[in-house]
């Protein structure tokens, strides 16, 4: 794609790294084929490459529209695209850019901006959080459907079935910030399951939100100073011990996949930059520490039928497809067909509360596609999906983790 970034843009960091991504795309439009929004909306600006011509224009006229931000809003950020493009075109940091040039040239209402502080007060602050659950589910009949279907009646807690044989594996284990009071299991879950696999796990102290909240909202600053201080509470636990950990794991691949971008996203700080490539490094979903192990510890009893959707968190952006599914299979479950895999849910972090009406569709089409094939239970590998789903289907959604501990429980 030719560009005209005016002279000043084009010398500032935003500039610079947008001209590359710009020119590495080849208007192929393959990416508009597998863009949720672009099937469900229509609209060439609505997908990969409509947005890419919308930052184009802005940052060679120097002007965006409210239309221009709408549409750039609109994203999902699921990087489906990414995984189709051909080119490698980098399109989730450039849309990231893209968002943070257009707020300059086109700032948001009032109400908007409200409504970001708000989620941005709440949903990073484990404990805020926790609070905030507990108070809506006190009033959840009160509450509009919209609302009350993403507030789950209980957050009851399953003791951790403790299995310790020999351990020979260390782990320090990051619970997300909106889990404990969204879906406390899932953590017990990992527990259980890492235990009766000889795997030693530490909680991180003091530790904050992955950052990922403040980053697709554009609180980057915010992001950054979270990122920051993850680093410096982890750092001297890993650098004091003689038997490093093996990995920084968490539950939750939208989690993972933010801290496997720390060293990308610090890059051009020079006092963090080399700890934070170091902490990327060892980031893993749970799913890449289970499938070094024996599955044949997790053979199930009863025969199970499971649809599973794999968050965009885990398939484009960690590239890890397949992997839940594989361990799903050799621990005996029965994995039924889901057309359209690939595609978003529509939770998207704060996507399905910043865009209600478009995350409500793709939930819909998603939740239909995983009860094509008539199973007893959907499982998923992120929080955020799993209660996105929780409030639309009529079987139960669980995280993937959790089957695997209720074999565990069941002996």
């Given at each position: ?15 610079e ?23 469900l ?26 239309t ?14 990414e ?33 970001r ?47 310790l044989?020999n351990?020979?594996?260390?782990l ?32 991180i ?15 980057r600053?915010?992001a ?39 060293g ?18 060892m ?33 484009h ?13 050799a ?24 865009q ?20 007893d ?35």
């Amino acid at each position: 794609m030719q560009t005209k970034i005016t002279p000043e843009l084009l010398s500032s960091r935003i500039g610079e790294e947008a001209n590359t991504i710009l020119r590495s795309c080849v208007h192929c439009g393959f990416c508009t084929a597998t863009c949720p929004t672009y099937q469900l909306l229509g609209d060439e600006l609505d997908g990969p490459r409509g947005r890419l011509y919308l930052i184009k224009e802005m940052m060679e006229n120097n002007h965006a529209s409210h239309t221009t931000l709408e549409h750039l809003d609109r994203c999902l950020t699921c990087r489906s695209c990414e995984t189709t493009c051909p080119s490698g075109v980098r399109y989730n940091h450039i849309l990231t850019l893209g968002r943070e040039l257009a707020e300059s040239f086109a700032p948001r209402s009032l109400s908007y901006r409200l409504k970001r502080q708000l989620l941005l007060a709440i949903l990073p602050h484990r404990h805020r959080f926790m609070l905030a659950m507990k108070a809506a589910r006190l009033i959840r009949p009160l509450l509009p459907a919209s609302i009350r279907a993403k507030v789950p009646a209980t957050a009851k807690i399953t003791p951790a079935t403790r299995h310790l044989p020999n351990q020979t594996r260390s782990l320090l284990l990051f619970e997300p910030c909106v889990q404990p009071g969204l879906a406390p299991n899932i953590t017990t879950a990992a527990r259980s399951v890492l235990n009766h696999l000889g795997v030693s796990i530490e909680s991180i102290a003091n530790q904050n939100c992955c950052g990922a909240v403040e980053h697709h909202l554009n609180a980057r600053d915010r992001a950054e100073t979270r990122m920051r201080a993850n680093i410096d509470a982890w750092w001297p636990l890993l650098k004091e011990r003689n038997n490093l950990p093996e990995a920084i794991v968490t539950t939750a691949s939208a989690c993972t996949l933010e801290i496997k971008e720390y060293g990308e996203l610090l890059s051009h700080d020079p006092d963090y930059a080399e700890k934070a490539a170091a902490i990327s490094a060892m980031a893993r979903d749970i799913s890449e520490v289970i499938t070094l192990s024996d599955m044949e510890n997790f053979q199930i009893r009863e025969p199970k039928k499971v649809a599973l959707h794999t968050p965009c968190t885990l398939q484009h952006g960690q590239k890890l497809d397949g992997v839940v599914d594989s361990l799903l299979t050799a621990a005996g479950y029965e994995l039924t067909p889901v057309p359209g895999s690939h595609l978003c849910c529509g939770s998207a972090g704060t996507y399905s509360l910043l865009q209600p009406e478009i995350s409500g569709k793709l939930k819909n089409n998603r939740i239909a596609a995983l009860n094509s094939g008539k199973p007893d239970v959907i499982a998923t590998a992120n929080v955020g999906c799993q209660n996105q789903l929780m409030s639309g289907a009529d079987i139960p959604v669980l995280h993937w983790i959790e089957l695997l501990a209720n074999e565990i429980n069941h002996e």
